[in-house]
């Protein structure tokens, strides 16, 4: 997908790992992804993120249920 940017702020019924593992995996070219209020949003998601958006610019987990 050529998507680039993508708010799902405070989207927290909708923001599940699996939800942002198939965004990840779908969305390469993503550079933009905020996640603000997602407290579903976990660890393993996020590692998916990395992996497969290596273009990405901003990535705000504010107020997510991500650990260091």
Do not use: Q, Y
Not at 29 to 52: E, M, N, P, Q, Y
């Amino acid at each position: 997908s050529g998507l680039s940017t993508l708010d799902l702020s405070a989207c927290d019924d909708a923001c599940t790992d699996a939800t942002i593992a198939e965004v990840a995996i779908r969305c390469a070219k993503l550079h933009t992804l905020k996640l603000f209020g997602c407290g579903s949003v976990g660890d393993s998601a996020i590692a998916l993120v990395a992996r497969h958006c290596a273009g990405m610019h901003r990535l705000d987990l504010s107020a997510c249920g991500i650990t260091d």
